[in-house]
């Protein structure tokens, strides 16, 4: 069965630093997803992204993230100056089509910062 | 943020018996339900759905009733196996958003005995 691959698996960086988490979706897929996970918290909504733009974003989603498609695989969120309180799992998720479609996940990058 | 609860944090349940996951909404725009499965190291895992115009839907060992007008939906899983020993996330889409931007619960942990 196709699967959303995220990499890497457990990325620790020191406040300050810019990051970037990878996704590859599945292939067929249109609509990508990052959601994350902080320890012990409910897993909660970042940003959507269709037809190489933003869709929606939540609130936690500022001006220190973004997300890109940079070759028409990949699918990338970077963290441009991580803070503390942004360790946690984060999940890309990606699905074919709006309406009534459920999400698939990848298994996570676990980000700490320290 | 309370829109989706999920107020058993652990349900402990012997092989073979059913077990019943339970979850609240306060959002009545909500209309899209999901269950997920998530093993440690693991993203979540789709498990079934349903939409608002139904109030039953089986796959298998595991059905899913939705209750609109208590705001409540549950997952019954039947024979449980011991395989089937996760957490497991309802999550929520609005009717205009349909399965695109969940909202999840804070999840159960199911043990299932043998």
């Known amino acids: 069965e196709p699967e959303v691959t995220q990499t890497p698996s457990h990325q620790v960086t020191q406040m300050g630093q810019e990051v970037i988490l990878r996704c590859v979706p599945i292939s067929n897929h249109l609509y990508f997803y990052w959601y994350r996970q902080i320890l012990g918290q409910k897993v909660e909504f970042l940003v959507s992204f269709y037809n190489n733009e933003i869709s929606e974003k939540s609130e936690i989603f500022d001006d220190q993230f973004s997300v890109e498609r940079p070759d028409g695989s990949n699918f990338t969120l970077k963290i441009r100056s991580t803070k503390l309180e942004d360790s946690a799992m984060y999940f890309c998720?990606?699905?074919?089509?709006?309406?009534?479609?459920?999400?698939?996940f990848g298994n996570g990058t676990r980000l700490t910062v320290t | 943020d309370q829109q989706v609860k999920q107020n058993s944090p652990s349900l402990s349940v012997q092989e073979g018996r059913i077990s019943i996951l339970n979850c609240d909404y306060t959002?009545?725009?909500?209309?899209?339900f999901l269950w997920y499965k998530k093993y440690p190291a693991e993203g979540p895992t789709f498990l079934i759905s349903i939409s608002s115009i139904k109030d039953k839907n089986e796959d298998g060992r595991f059905t899913v009733f939705l209750n609109k007008s208590a705001k409540h939906l549950s997952l019954h899983i039947v024979p449980s196996q011991p395989g089937d020993s996760a957490v497991y996330f309802c999550?929520?889409?609005?009717?205009?958003?349909?399965?695109?931007?969940?909202?999840f619960g804070g999840g159960t942990r199911l043990m299932v005995k043998p």
């Open positions: 998720a990606t699905c074919p089509g709006q309406g009534y479609s459920p999400l698939h």
């Open positions: 959002n009545s725009m909500f209309d899209y």
């Open positions: 999550a929520a889409s609005p009717e205009n958003n349909a399965g695109n931007m969940l909202t």
